[in-house]
């Protein structure tokens, strides 16, 4: 009897292991993004889905370009420390005869001078002082685990507090994000921001991690049910990485924002589906415009529809400021 007890809770525990093991994985592929991340991000890209829906793959020319003059301009280091007590860095780039700031709020795994390659420079031109942000993990930013916006959001507000004890002449301040960057900015709008803070630009954003991650299991993977493997997913990000998939939605910061928003999705997009942002732009309550470019896919309206994507932003700026 006695061995009998030994075995059935022997392979109940293997079971359990077994359980848990795949919930790891998956954990350390999404979330935990600390050791290697040069070979992490490799893997990542691998699949089929982030390479057709990455700028380089249809406008590598335009974008390796952005990102070259990223790199040559006088860029000065930045720090704030968040709430949770990490080191976060971003890059500086002023304006002469400044009109505006513009914290620029990257994506999964990426980072400003790649996400906004193409826009920094027209932005710049017209007369934007740039705060490029490395979210929590990436670039110069101490990090262990990325939390699709449940930390970002936090980060993204504290950055527009640095920015407003340094915007001596209360210049307009904007807050635009694209992909998770666009998800964090939207859910910061729902905390308090400094008065300067006049709008949101969200390019691509989605609207939960939960809705996410099921978007990708079922679109990228064709796996339908995925309750269990999301259970196992948020018990890892709460005991580990501290904080849980509920946290990180837009929906209640989309319903008590008030400030404007303006809204970009490419109709192709596969990474992140068109419908989170029609999701967002319907909650909205505060004044909004919602622009479908309809052949582009993620983060790729500005390059598929270069003069209507910057006229949109221009005249969103000279709305508001």
Known sequence: M???????????????????????????????YKDNKRLARKKWFALSHTKVNHPRHKFE?????????????????????SADGLRLHAFYLPAEAAKRFVILSHGYKGSGFGDFAYMAKFLHENHCSLLFIDQRCCG???????????????????????ISKRNKRKLPIYLYGESMGAASVLMASGHRLPREVRGLISDCGFRSMKGQMQDMAANWFHLHWIGLLLFRLNLFCAFLAGFRMKEADTAEAMKTNQRPVLFFHGAKDTYVD???TIYNYSLCRAPKELVVVSEARHLCSAYEEPELYREKVLGFFEKYD
């Open 2 to 32: 006695k061995n009998k007890v030994i075995k059935t809770a022997g392979a109940a525990l293997g079971a359990f292991t077994v359980f848990m093991a795949f919930g790891w994985s998956f954990f350390n592929m999404t979330v935990r």
């Open 61 to 81: 020319e335009e974008y390796e370009a952005g990102k070259a003059w990223c790199a040559q301009q006088p860029m000065q280091d930045c720090y704030i420390q």
């Open 140 to 162: 110069g930013s101490e990090g262990e685990y990325i939390t699709f916006g449940a930390k970002e959001q936090y980060d993204v507000q504290k950055w527009a507090y640095y």
């Open 274 to 276: 068109p419908g989170n």
